[in-house]
């Protein structure tokens, strides 16, 4: 078999996905997500223009070697837009060697692990009372693990916490960056109140969970941490920088609350200092972001090692063509935590049938051949690429800060 043409799709049926099809000589094709969310042309130019020329007329089937020749031929390795562009071709390639097995993606990877996969969605609010309606709203859909961000008060609503100003998006997405406050000591106390609200209220049979977006310093998220412990919270997301690795071993040495990062990580390098110092206890690297199907797997089974668990990285901006491979994944490792799953917007499962399926806080590979995730291109054609980004935050001085 031969690779005889790569197609670069670009389409915003609610926001901007960057989908990659490698189609072969013999009829199968491939499906692969590009998306780098705000950055998405940076990847399309990357694939269009260094990478698709390189593949043409190679064998799809050696799916190693054709990581390797991206990851270490390009010389300038890792970062987001290039592990974006490998990731784009190489859950393509997982999809056309699984087709032509006649085999879902997990079989290739070991086979099933487990029954189902638990996965955790979103609830914002203005205040602690509209957050506590809607995780009670969530468990009467049956959710089993929530995530809880409380707007504060004195502030506008910030990322991840207020209404949308984009529904479609789910997020505040606009056309240039909207900048946003912030205030670490208004923050600080909010947060053990909204979770003892939420115990108080809905009990203790539900995982709850927390995202800081990377906005506190080290000794900051330790009295965090410290702060949630009576609540038992599932993880505290992202809760200092990535960059400073080190600075996870400060929070660690003051609080037993469990820990989750990874998001914005692209290979194993990124995060072999967190796992092998066991100063994280949940890697959130995501298909899209980490190189694929083939460095997904890479870091989950070096985390494995260190009793560290999987929890990919699912918002609405990892398109359902990584979540399907991330399914895919989540079911055969040994090392499953959780699944990050926002739901999609209508217009975006109409442009991909998909055969993965979500059902009361429980997400299914689906059995058909490939990773099971195809892209509608008549209806891609529908929904062309609208520039968005994500919002920029300042403190109430003016400083910019991380968010
Ligand atoms: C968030 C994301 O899902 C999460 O945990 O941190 O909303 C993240 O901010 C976006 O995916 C960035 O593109
Ligand atoms: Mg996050």
Redesign the pocket.
């Known amino acids: 078999m031969k690779i005889t043409d790569i197609k670069v799709i670009v389409a915003s049926p609610g926001r901007n996905f960057v989908t990659v099809k490698v189609v072969t000589d013999e009829g199968l094709y491939g499906i692969g997500d590009a998306t780098v969310?705000g950055r998405e042309k940076a990847v399309v130019a990357y694939l269009q223009d260094h990478v698709a020329p390189c593949l043409i007329g190679r064998d799809p089937g050696r799916i190693e070697d054709i990581w390797q020749y991206l990851y270490k031929g390009a010389y300038w390795r890792r970062g987001p837009i290039t592990m974006a562009a490998i990731a784009g071709i190489d859950m393509a390639l997982w999809d056309i060697k699984a087709k032509a097995a006649i085999m879902p993606l997990y079989q290739l990877l070991g086979g099933r692990s487990r029954e189902r996969v638990m996965v955790y969605k979103h609830v914002g609010g203005l205040d602690i009372a509209e957050v506590v309606d809607g995780v009670q709203a969530l468990r009467e859909q049956g959710l089993d693990a929530i995530r809880a961000q409380v707007s504060i008060p004195g502030l506008p609503p910030i990322y991840?916490t207020g209404p949308s100003t984009d529904q479609a998006a789910g997020?505040m997405v606009q056309a240039l960056p909207t900048e946003e406050v912030w205030a670490t000591h208004k923050y600080l106390p909010l947060v053990p109140k909204l979770f003892e609200a939420l115990r108080d209220n809905v009990g203790w049979d539900v995982h709850l969970l927390h995202?800081v977006?990377h906005r506190l310093t080290p000794i900051e998220a330790a009295r965090l941490g410290k702060d949630l412990e009576p609540f038992r919270l599932f993880w505290l997301?992202?809760a200092i920088p990535a960059e400073l690795q080190d600075g996870f071993r400060i929070i660690r040495q003051h609080t037993t609350q469990p820990l989750a990062v990874g998001?914005i990580f692209n290979t194993v390098w990124d995060c072999q200092q967190l796992i092998s110092e066991q100063l994280i206890d949940y890697i959130r690297v995501t298909s899209v972001h980490a190189g694929g199907v083939t460095g997904l797997k890479k870091i989950f089974d070096f985390a494995s090692i260190y009793h560290v668990r999987s929890a990919c990285?699912g918002?609405m901006?990892v398109s359902p063509v990584a979540m399907g491979c991330n399914i895919h994944v989540d079911v055969a490792i040994p090392n499953f935590g959780i699944q990050?799953y926002s739901g999609y917007t209508e217009a975006t499962h109409d442009m991909f049938p998909c055969a993965w399926s979500y059902e009361r806080g429980y997400l299914q590979p689906g059995e058909a051949p490939g990773h099971g995730v195809d892209i509608d291109e008549a209806v891609a054609e529908k929904y062309p690429y609208a520039p968005a980004y994500?919002p920029v935050a300042r403190l109430e001085d003016g400083t910019l800060t991380s968010w």
């Open positions: 969310n991840g997020g995202d977006h997301e992202d998001e990285h918002p901006d990050e994500l």
